[in-house]
């Protein structure tokens, strides 16, 4: 079975641009989480999706939004970028939605540095 | 709100040498616990996980970790380390219904010399 695919792999924008990254979960996965990793602040819970409906959202500014379609790809979308969004983006997908709590699966990440 | 804490930033160890990271979570509720590993210029990827049931579990490549309730803790042991452990682990806390969310630790670099 393929794994998590993010795309693009790297990405370098300037502040007050737009960004969408997109991510594409295990096949059969209808789950799809995003986090965001800086040396700062670590590995943090954006938002999930599941059924194309987002479940839960995380403490990030409203410029940060996400989306599922029916093949239960997700892409995020960073709006007006600011140097601080600088970060590796993270997508996980897990198989069980019924159960809150199963295991994630993440992808490699999109690098985004904004300059 | 859930919190994680790892002791430490960085460990360093020789090969053969017994390994443990510490790991406490704050949460009230039932929790699932999970640990990840992320190797250089890999993905993340699962060690291990706690659902239910005997809170010794095991994982791959020899790792094993213990859930103490009482501690609120989930510690990660490995008996002897190789070269190859060298990665940043990561603890993680899953509680009660809030979809899809881990709330992670601050990660330990274990660096292994040969």
């Known amino acids: 079975k393929a794994g998590v695919t993010q795309t693009p792999r790297y990405l370098i924008k300037t502040r007050g641009q737009q960004v969408t990254l997109s991510c594409s979960p295990i096949?059969?996965?209808?789950?799809v989480s995003w986090y965001q990793q800086t040396p700062g602040q670590g590995l943090q819970f954006l938002f999930e999706?599941?059924?194309?409906?987002?479940?839960n959202k995380g403490n990030f500014p409203g410029r940060f939004s996400g989306r599922q379609f029916s093949n239960s790809r997700s892409e995020m979308n960073v709006s007006t970028l600011e140097l601080g969004d600088s970060a590796l983006y993270l997508c996980?997908?897990?198989?069980?939605?019924?159960?809150?709590?199963?295991?994630?699966?993440f992808g490699p990440g999109t690098r985004l540095t904004v300059t | 709100a859930q919190s994680v804490s790892q002791h430490n930033h960085h460990v360093i160890l020789s090969e053969a040498a017994s390994l443990e990271l510490g790991c406490n979570y704050s949460?009230?509720?039932?929790?699932?616990l999970f640990w990840y590993v992320q190797y250089p210029g890999q993905h993340l990827q699962l060690l291990l996980k706690?659902?239910?049931?005997?809170?010794l579990v095991k994982g791959i490549k020899g790792f094993e970790a213990e859930f103490i309730k009482s501690k609120f803790s989930f510690n990660l042991r490995k008996p002897s380390v190789q070269w190859s452990d060298t990665a940043e682990y990561f603890c993680?806390?899953?509680?009660?219904?809030?979809?899809?969310?881990?709330?992670f630790g601050q990660g330990t670099i274990l660096t292994v010399h040969p």
């Open positions: 996980a997908s897990s198989s069980e939605p019924g159960l809150a709590g199963a295991e994630q699966y």
């Open positions: 096949s059969g996965h209808r789950s």
């Open positions: 999706y599941f059924s194309e409906t987002q479940r």
């Open positions: 949460y009230g509720g039932t929790v699932n």
């Open positions: 706690y659902f239910s049931g005997d809170p």
């Open positions: 993680a806390v899953h509680g009660g219904t809030s979809y899809g969310k881990l709330t």
